[in-house]
């Protein structure tokens, strides 16, 4: 067994993402390794407009982009505005008297209560639209760690090459030989006290080693491109290159990929609270928690998962629409 | 894979020794007494260096001595524990694939056919959807709607427990087959149906798109434009040229699908009280057994490093282009 690095289809799914959604035309060659990413530099670009001029002029006339846009903004409009909008404190035992927790624990709707309370006496509605807020932060925290941890590690790695991108490799790969979430429920299983940022910190883990390898790769890709040969033949400063040639240049695999971490990271943090190892609080209600929480009650009322299941689901649809279109319309194969 | 599984095996280590309270805690619970906790240190070794530790660690892993289960089934041995779940967890995992395919290729290939038609933009639309839905949550609502509202299947568990079923390989429907005890048999399959299908969304869908896709790209070939203008007739086309192509890369999919099933199963698992890895990995969790879960971990980690290299191994079989490369 000379390569110890087994699971290498999910390596190179992720490698040949880096390359597909890279900046530049690249060769058909499929599964060719560094050698042939090295013309994925020079853009042949027949009106002479950029990536992403031209990636937006597609995506403008796209309705499932536009569909995912949509939800998207309407979900992070809600999570900014929703203490303005919910009619109701959402941690106020409003309605605790209808509860009755032998014969009915779950009340249903009332006037002025269109969803119903939960066990607690709590106005579901109110708690759905402030539940979007603490969503959207789990959603786009976890994403900025992963995509921060991954940026740091892919750069060096793709950067400075040799012995450090072997080591940075290695680390990666036997992160990614992990079952993703089982991966992300063992970190969470770590901490003494869950708490909304061990289940934040879960799900980023998990995510770096998927950003560090795809962006090495088109940081690879940009380092044997024409462009860096010409900066660095002219004399620029080596952290120049990096960060000003290579690194915008090698973004845009891993921003696509981002836009679909979103929506799964808000999927995982709903399995966290399902295992116990979400977070306990629930005075700020989040819909992940809100999901767990209900299962409890299931038998009772479905409608108290069913709900924030739902919320899950556009929004998830909403980020995945908008990530899959854009990975389409980044694609240079399908530049046509 | 060597090299994989050790760092694997330190991961889990040092994983176990930043718990809170540590190995002694994990493997006496939260509650022993000072007296035990001494002794349980000195004889873990807990004084001696931290390469003496991991190197002791590693020993008893090999022994598969992990400890006693505190939470799932106090006082069991937690390898056996693992032993005897194993089996349950492949065969839901192997129901949930064998649903995925089966449904996740015809339709892939449909799709692809039938570009831009309704039933693909439907269908497209469907995977999406599919990939969105919480795992579990797809469990519950099968669950509420088949096995109580309607009592079409069974609510929880492998098999009936009035059946007293002989037990031959830990596989129950595999054990009802051999035995010849059909109703056995039937039962057991009946409570795989519901687990199987929340198992099976996931990699039904990824299967799907990749079919489509796949296929997509070999219509576009030269060798499927000279097989047309051969005059070769359609399903020579498709079944020898197109479908043989297209499904390369499925099977790539197939084994990059393990890890999610067996996340999928800690949920789906935990939902239908199905006694397999899954559900002891989730009760583990609840009540922090960490003895189930070191070796449970580290068991679902290999198994995942394993099947990717049998993939591996097997795409350089179907593959002739890898063999050469």
New interface residues.
């Given amino acids: 067994?000379s390569?110890?690095?087994?699971?290498?289809?999910?390596k190179?799914?992720i490698d040949d993402l880096a390359r597909s959604a890279g900046h530049g035309p690249v060769s058909g060659e499929p599964?060719a390794a560094v050698g042939t990413i090295a013309d994925a530099g020079h853009v042949e670009d027949t009106a002479g407009v950029s990536l992403i001029v031209s990636a937006w002029r597609r995506l403008r006339r796209n309705p499932v982009f536009l569909l995912g846009l949509a939800i998207t903004l309407a979900f992070v409009l809600l999570a900014i505005f929703s203490p303005l909008i919910a009619p109701h404190d959402p941690s106020a035992r409003l309605l605790i008297d209808k509860v009755r927790p032998q014969s009915n624990p779950i009340p249903g709707p009332e006037p002025g209560f269109p969803l119903g309370a939960d066990n607690a006496g709590r106005d579901i509605f109110s708690r759905l639209i402030v539940g979007s807020r603490q969503t959207l932060i789990v959603g786009i925290m976890a994403t900025l760690f992963g995509f921060v941890g991954g940026l740091t590690l892919g750069t060096l790695a793709g950067a400075l090459g040799g012995w450090v991108d072997a080591l940075v490799m290695r680390i990666v790969?036997?992160m990614l030989?992990?079952?993703?979430?089982?991966l992300a429920?063992?970190i969470a299983?770590?901490?003494?006290q869950p708490s909304q940022w061990t289940v934040i910190i879960a799900i980023a883990v998990v995510q770096v080693p998927i950003f560090a390898r795809l962006l090495r790769g088109s940081m690879l890709a940009q380092r044997a491109s024409d462009h860096v040969l010409a900066a660095r033949a002219l004399g620029v400063k080596p952290s120049a290159i990096i960060f000003r040639h290579m690194l915008p240049n090698s973004l845009s695999p891993v921003i696509v990929q981002a836009t679909l971490v979103v929506?799964s990271a808000i999927?995982d943090a709903?399995?966290l609270s399902?295992?116990?190892?979400g977070n306990p609080d629930d005075r700020q209600p989040e819909w992940?928690q809100m999901?767990g929480a209900a299962?409890q009650y299931?038998?009772d009322n479905?409608a108290l998962?069913i709900w924030p299941?739902v919320c899950?689901?556009v929004v998830?649809?909403g980020f995945?629409?908008m990530g899959?279109s854009l990975r389409e319309a980044l694609d240079p194969k399908s530049r046509r | 894979?060597?090299?994989?599984i050790l760092?694997?095996s330190l991961?889990v280590f040092l994983?176990l020794r930043?718990?809170?309270g540590g190995t002694v805690s994990a493997l006496l619970g939260e509650r022993a007494t000072p007296e035990r906790r001494a002794a349980l240190e000195r004889a873990l070794g807990l004084n001696e260096p931290i390469y003496v530790q991991y190197w002791e660690f590693l020993k008893r892993a090999l022994h598969g001595k992990f400890g006693s289960s505190t939470g799932v089934q106090p006082g069991t041995d937690a390898f056996q524990i693992f032993l005897t779940r194993f089996p349950a967890t492949i065969e839901l995992a192997a129901f949930a694939i064998i649903v995925a395919v089966a449904l996740g290729i015809p339709l892939g290939y449909l799709a692809a056919r039938r570009r831009a038609s309704l039933f693909d933009n439907v269908s497209i639309v469907g995977s999406?959807?599919g990939?969105?839905?919480?795992?579990?949550?797809l469990a519950?609502?099968l669950k509420?709607w088949f096995a109580?509202k309607l009592h079409w299947l069974p609510v929880s568990g492998r098999q009936d427990p009035d059946l007293d079923a002989t037990r031959v390989t830990g596989f129950f429907v595999l054990d009802g087959l051999l035995t010849r005890e059909w109703d056995s048999a039937w039962d057991a399959f009946k409570h795989l149906i519901l687990p199987g299908f929340a198992l099976a969304t996931i990699p039904f869908a990824v299967v799907f798109r990749i079919t489509r896709a796949s296929v997509l790209e070999v219509l576009d070939e030269d060798f499927v434009r000279t097989a047309e203008s051969k005059g070769l007739t359609n399903r020579v086309i498709r079944g020898r040229h197109v479908l043989r192509n297209a499904l390369l890369p499925v099977v790539?999919?197939i084994?990059?699908q393990?890890?999610?099933l067996?996340?999928g199963a800690?949920?789906t698992e935990?939902v239908f009280s199905y006694a397999g890895l899954g559900e002891a990995?989730?009760i583990a969790?609840?009540r922090?057994d960490y003895a189930v879960?070191q070796v449970c971990?580290l068991m679902?980690?290999m198994t995942?490093?394993v099947v990717?290299?049998l993939?591996?191994i097997a795409?350089a079989v179907i593959d002739p282009r890898v063999r050469t490369?």
Avoid: C, H
């Fill in positions: 067994m390569n110890p690095l087994s699971p290498n289809r999910k190179q799914r599964g790969d036997v030989s992990i079952p993703s979430l089982l429920f063992s299983a770590i901490a003494a929506a999927i709903a399995a399902f295992l116990g190892l992940g999901l299962q299931i038998y479905p998962a299941a899950i689901i998830a649809l995945t629409l899959e | 894979m060597v090299g994989v760092v694997l991961l994983w930043s718990l809170p999406l959807i990939v969105a839905v919480p795992v579990f949550f519950f609502l509420y109580i790539t999919t084994g990059l393990t890890g999610g067996l996340v800690v949920l935990r990995l989730a969790f609840e922090r879960l971990i679902a980690a995942f490093v990717n290299l993939v591996d795409y490369r």
